[in-house]
């Protein structure tokens, strides 16, 4: 006799992530074709789960929250950057390391040099890390080839991470991170060619969902990040934007009257950026890796961006210059005593705002019915945990579309 679920989790607490933990203790979660379709408490189930589901696995008190979202990575790229990370102990700072030809190009010239397979390899390293800290859903930025060919390179190397891996991928095309050698001030050539080459031919082949642009000082101004957004906005590409990380150029605001997804880093963002921001639908992601590596001073406002109620996201920015780490939950960590979110916060912050700084968040982020089926299972009393240790990582158990993972 048919089933009425595929699946069914039971004997857990449920962490629904809708605007707070959202706890559900003594819960049950079923599934079926992938999809979340019934959830609640234990006594509300109507018989035996073994007779209700194919399969049925007891929680054993354990937690259960969405899959989570990592939702702003470089994570394809070949090389390291330790080189310039002792040179910045030294007391070089990383615009000025940039300046000199270390920093992004560095990593686009290994990234160049790197054949697809090789870069696969040292990539794919990463993403199995990724997973293992409980991510089932990854944004995977474009921006170390800086030309057709290797832009392409990059983007294949994401196809086939997609292909092999149990993850859900959300692809940026961010060939607007910095200016590549052979341009080298000619910065608007480089722009025309984003423009009327790049762009175009990637929403025409549908390698990447939205387009970012890196705008600062060392890399794109404010005339030349809107070019890029009109093109982007013109061809039907969502928009993003790394912006006020450095200095503030108003790159945070300008994206935002593009109906930009998100607007990342902000360190630099102003109140009055903020009171606008806040009328639009784009998400602050927050990039505590970065502020940490880069031994950062000044903290984004989160108070004004809590007070206004633009949501915020948490992302790692997983790069080999800024942000040389994997763990989504180090982020959760780092954002509490950094940025000081909540435990709470910090967890929205990688489920249902992330998935909003996406604009995934109809299918995915949090636990309701229709949702998507992909967990997260960890050993576990209470969510807060997920933020308060560190190195520690209590994952038991992936789902991804209602099947359980081997991690
Ligand atoms: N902002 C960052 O923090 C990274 N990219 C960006 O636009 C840095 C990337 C790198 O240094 O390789
Ligand atoms: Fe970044």
């Not at 007070?307 to 996201?313: K, N, R, T, W």
Request: aromatic share 8%.
């Amino acid at each position: 006799m048919t089933k009425k679920w595929d699946a069914i989790w039971t004997n857990g607490t449920i962490v629904t992530c809708e605007n707070s933990y959202g706890l559900q203790k003594n819960g049950c979660i079923a599934v079926k074709n992938g999809k979340i379709a019934w959830m609640g408490a234990m006594h509300e189930l109507q018989g035996d789960p073994k007779e209700l589901a194919s399969e049925h696995h007891d929680l054993l008190r354990r937690c259960l929250t969405p899959g989570l979202i990592d939702c702003h990575t470089h994570v394809v790229y070949a090389g390291n950057r330790a080189k310039d990370f002792e040179l910045r102990l030294q007391g070089y700072t990383y615009e000025e390391i940039a300046r000199q030809g270390g920093g992004i190009r560095s990593t686009v010239l290994a990234t160049r040099n790197a054949s697809e397979d090789e870069l696969y390899e040292q990539s794919s390293k990463r993403i199995r890390a990724m997973i293992q800290a409980g991510v089932t859903t990854l944004e995977i930025k474009s921006g170390y080839g800086l030309d057709w060919q290797n832009e392409l390179k990059m983007l294949r190397v994401v196809k086939r991470i997609e292909e092999k891996f149990p993850i859900t991928i959300y692809k940026t095309f961010l060939g607007a991170h910095a200016i590549p050698p052979e341009y080298e001030g000619k910065n608007d050539a480089y722009v025309d060619v984003i423009c009327n080459q790049m762009i175009p031919e990637i929403a025409r082949a549908k390698l990447a969902d939205a387009v970012d642009v890196f705008c600062e000082k060392i890399a794109f101004n404010i005339a030349q990040t809107e070019r890029i957004f009109q093109t982007a906005k013109h061809f039907g590409l969502a928009i993003k934007c790394h912006a006020e990380q450095l200095s503030h150029l108003g790159g945070a605001l300008l994206a935002a009257n593009y109906q930009a997804l998100s607007v990342d880093h902000l360190e630099y963002v102003t109140n009055e950026d903020i009171e606008k921001i806040a009328k639009t639908k784009t998400v602050a992601v927050l990039l505590p890796g970065a502020f940490y590596f880069l031994r950062e001073k000044k903290p984004p406002p989160v108070d004004l961006l809590k007070h206004h109620q633009v949501p915020i996201a948490l992302a790692t920015d997983c790069n080999p210059g800024t942000s040389p780490l994997t763990s989504i939950l180090l982020i959760l960590n780092m954002a509490c005593i950094q940025f000081l979110l909540t435990p709470e916060e910090a967890l929205l912050g990688v489920t249902h705002n992330a998935a909003k700084a996406l604009g995934m968040d109809k299918t995915h982020g949090t636990l309701a019915v229709g949702k998507v089926a992909d967990f997260a299972i960890w050993d576990i009393d209470h969510p807060n945990e997920l933020s308060y240790s560190i190195g520690q990582n209590r994952l038991h158990r992936l789902v991804r579309g209602g099947i359980s993972q081997e991690i």
